[in-house]
């Protein structure tokens, strides 16, 4: 009974909203009336509300039919990206054995380049990475599928085996690497996401196929997550090994810290954004970090001056010295004399001025100096593998 009070109060409250109109007009000193029944209102509700109906209708199916069509290209996506199947690769090696042998040889050739180039010592990788997986065992049984349907290439699907299974190993390691270095970094209260993006910044050159003209190396899944691994644990050590942590001086004594103090001549509040060590004039200045010499010379209150640019934004700054070793544009190692202590510029006596920018941005330079020493071993390993990579 409810219900039909309630629909008949809604059918008499949108009766309410139609009903006869009446307007008049005065044009030229005379007036017309227009009358617009509550029928011809009705009508015309309807059929805008028809209209708006149909729009939404044919936008939803529009958008249906976006989503369907994305989700299509997904799945087509996905499906080339897919590992080969058993019946593809017997197709392939079945098409010519030789064109399979030669792709195996350039594979082959770029892995060992690889394991070379970023691995080191490839025994000392493989024991550090898992021995098998689901991957490698369907692999397994790809290869007793192609040794009976294809005898002759069973040696060649063979190889294929040992190869994916040493991708998947390096990638493993390379993985492994990179959360070791990323731990690293964050023990210097650094923010290892944003030195990776500074590295991808620096980056160009004309594209060419990671393993050669091979259709299906391209494509394959572990080897786009091998390099994937690689480039990123390549980043992250570099910039590991970027970060300033040797003593800039031959003096351990420090005169004044990091942060806001009262200034030496002025007395006034005033930010200090290095840190000063006192020692006797003529006291070397060392590199803290392997980079390149953007400064070599006079620096206003500076005095003289040393900066060092080193990767991913960060630059290391040595002020009031008395001597300049380097010059401008020089590439300077870790530890390498680059100066002697002085007094020069806005100073009150015999010190360095030492500070470390990220992208301009003044930080404290002492949780770099006092860094862990286990923290120190991993950045002297990735350091060592970075210039490594680098001669190859």
Avoid: C
Wanted: proline share 3%; aromatic share 6%; glycine share 8%.
């Amino acid at each position: 009974m409810s219900l039909k009070i309630r629909m008949s109060g809604w059918k008499n409250r949108i009766a309410g909203w139609f009903i006869d109109r009446e307007f008049f007009m005065r044009a030229n000193g005379q007036v017309r009336f227009l009358k617009i029944s509550a029928q011809l209102q009705r009508r015309a509700a309807a059929t805008f509300a028809s209209v708006i109906g149909v729009w939404l209708l044919v936008t939803f199916g529009m958008a249906i039919n976006q989503v369907t069509v994305s989700a299509q290209r997904l799945a087509l996506i996905e499906q080339e990206a897919k590992v080969e199947s058993a019946e593809e690769r017997v197709a392939s090696y079945r098409g010519s054995i030789d064109e399979v042998t030669q792709d195996l040889e350039r594979r082959q050739e770029m892995l060992e380049s690889l394991g070379d180039q970023y691995l080191g010592d490839l025994p000392e990788a493989e024991a550090q990475a898992p021995s098998a997986s689901a991957d490698s065992r369907e692999e397994e049984k790809a290869v007793k599928t192609i040794s009976a349907i294809v005898p002759e290439a069973a040696g060649l699907a063979r190889i294929e085996v040992r190869q994916i299974r040493f991708a998947e190993k390096m990638t493993k390691v390379a993985q492994a690497r990179t959360l070791q270095a990323e731990t690293a970094i964050r023990q210097f209260g650094l923010n290892p996401e944003v030195l990776a993006r500074q590295a991808r910044n620096a980056q160009g050159g004309l594209f060419e196929p990671f393993f050669g003209k091979g259709k299906k190396e391209a494509r394959d899944p572990r080897f786009l997550n091998l390099a994937a691994a690689l480039g990123r644990m390549d980043a992250m050590e570099r910039a590991l090994a970027a970060i300033p942590t040797a003593m800039p001086a031959a003096s351990m004594m420090m005169s004044s810290g990091f942060g806001y103090r009262a200034d030496p001549f002025t007395g006034a509040a005033a930010m200090h954004a290095g840190l000063d060590f006192k020692g006797p004039v003529g006291t070397p200045i060392l590199a803290a970090a392997k980079g390149k010499v953007v400064l070599a010379g006079f620096n206003g209150g500076y005095g003289n001056s040393v900066e060092i640019r080193h990767a991913n934004g960060l630059v290391t700054r040595y002020a009031h010295l008395s001597g300049v070793h380097v010059r401008r544009g020089q590439m300077v190692e870790r530890g390498v004399q680059i100066g002697r202590m002085g007094s020069t510029g806005r100073s009150t006596g015999s010190h360095l001025h030492f500070e470390v920018r990220l992208n301009g941005q003044a930080i404290n330079p002492r949780k770099f100096l006092e860094a862990n020493p286990d923290v120190l071993k991993v950045q002297t390993v990735a350091e060592y593998r970075a210039d490594s990579a680098a001669k190859e």
